[in-house]
């Protein structure tokens, strides 16, 4: 697979023609003169899911419902559960005793902290208070960050699923040490961003191809989703789940994604996986996010369908994005995995800033 891989910028004096083609060629700017036939995901200006989708069919009373309840959440933060957040220190004291044995912490939102054969992968680094393109605006996280930013180790590796802005925060990722020796493993359209933001080693993949780093392997893997950053860039540039693996194990991070029933033949082709990422949280209203977001409950069955035999809660709890309860979707989550005889403590909802050991 790494034959096919696109080494956005290696370096300074690669960076004209390596980043200007494959921008060129697949980026946001430029339209695709014809999509490669073998590759039905790739459209003449972007890109689309495998199953066609997404013809993102949304009512207009449900996006003005939609609307309304956002104004009311601006104004008003939920109560947050005991437990749901431990104090910082606590978390990086955690973090420090876990040392170089491989671990995972939950920063919040879709942002986890990997340790795996002694790397440190950090995944949609979203820390900052909103998740939009500015500071006063747009969905306001209701919990600090697991981690402060200026506690997070040296970062060798960052695995980013797609632009939406709590996926893609481009001042958390400004602000993050060392970006001249962080990987970065991005889906095709857009590595330029973060060649802009300073990174120097960026791997813009295609599904289905892999970007090595050292003992690390990532593979970008379909989801069911789409993208978009500005005003007339919808799904020009591509989103992904991702396998992770290292020194034999196997970690499945789903990205932002909606059910489809094309994930057990993913399965069956990638996985299995020790664990497997999934997004729990977002799913209503159905009309609006069955497009793009699982319910808690398609959740754990698309983690099945990868072959996770771990499953964690990832993507709620930290902004709200869709309209259901904010705290709602864990006691769903397992109750469709006791459905689905999973033992209990096969299923695990972090709390943010909590690390545990990957054994
Ligand atoms: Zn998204």
């Known amino acids: 697979m790494t034959g096919h891989l696109r080494r956005v910028a290696a370096g300074a004096t690669l960076f004209g023609a390596t980043v200007f083609g494959a921008w060129t060629m697949?980026?946001?700017?430029?339209?695709?003169?014809?999509?490669?036939?073998?590759?039905?995901?790739h459209t003449a200006d972007g890109f689309?899911?495998?199953?066609?989708?997404?013809?993102?069919?949304?009512?207009?009373?449900?996006?003005?419902?939609?609307?309304?309840?956002?104004?009311?959440?601006?104004?008003?933060?939920?109560?947050?559960p005991p437990g749901h957040v431990l104090p910082a220190a606590?978390?990086?004291?955690?973090?420090?005793?876990?040392?170089?044995?491989?671990?995972?912490?939950?920063?919040?939102?879709?942002?986890?902290?990997?340790?795996?054969v002694g790397m440190t992968i950090l995944t949609d680094p979203f820390l900052m208070p909103r998740a939009s393109p500015a500071n006063f605006i747009g969905p306001k996280r209701f919990v600090p960050p697991g981690i402060p930013i200026a506690d997070l180790p040296p970062i060798d590796v960052i695995v980013l699923s797609h632009n939406h802005y709590d996926s893609l925060d481009e001042r958390t990722l400004a602000?993050?040490?060392n970006k001249d020796t962080t990987t970065v493993v991005v889906p095709l359209g857009l590595g330029a961003t973060f060649v802009r933001l300073g990174f120097e080693r960026v791997h813009?993949?295609?599904?289905?191809?892999s970007a090595e780093i050292a003992a690390i392997t990532v593979t970008a893997l379909p989801a069911r989703h789409w993208s978009r950053r500005g005003l007339a860039d919808e799904n020009r540039t591509l989103w992904m789940g991702a396998a992770i693996a290292g020194a034999g194990k196997r970690i499945y991070f789903s990205g932002d994604s909606a059910y489809a029933p094309y994930f057990a033949d993913l399965g069956d082709r990638f996985g299995p996986f020790d664990y497997g990422i999934v997004g729990i949280?977002?799913?209503?209203?159905?009309?609006?996010?069955?497009?793009?977001?699982?319910?808690?409950?398609?959740?754990?069955?698309?983690?099945?369908?990868?072959?996770?035999?771990?499953?964690?809660?990832?993507?709620?709890?930290?902004?709200?994005l869709g309209t259901e309860p904010p705290f709602e979707a864990p006691a769903r989550f397992r109750a469709r995995a006791r459905a689905r005889d999973l033992a209990a403590d096969r299923v695990w909802v972090l709390a943010i800033g909590e690390t545990r050991r990957l054994p």
């Not at 899911?49 to 009311?72: C, H, K, M, V």
């Not at 813009?204 to 191809?209: M, N, S």
């Open 281 to 320: 949280g977002a799913y209503e209203p159905r009309a609006m996010m069955q497009y793009s977001h699982t319910t808690p409950e398609e959740a754990v069955d698309l983690a099945l369908d990868m072959g996770a035999g771990t499953l964690i809660a990832m993507h709620w709890g930290t902004i709200q």
């Open 90 to 116: 606590d978390a990086v004291a955690a973090l420090a005793a876990a040392g170089d044995a491989d671990s995972i912490t939950w920063i919040g939102h879709a942002t986890f902290l990997i340790r795996l």
């Open 48 to 80: 689309r899911n495998l199953d066609g989708a997404p013809e993102r069919d949304i009512p207009f009373s449900t996006y003005l419902e939609f609307s309304w309840q956002r104004l009311q959440w601006s104004a008003q933060a939920p109560a947050i």
């Open 175 to 177: 602000a993050l040490p």
């Open 26 to 41: 697949f980026g946001a700017a430029t339209a695709q003169q014809s999509p490669p036939q073998d590759k039905p995901w």
């Open 204 to 209: 813009e993949i295609d599904w289905f191809e």
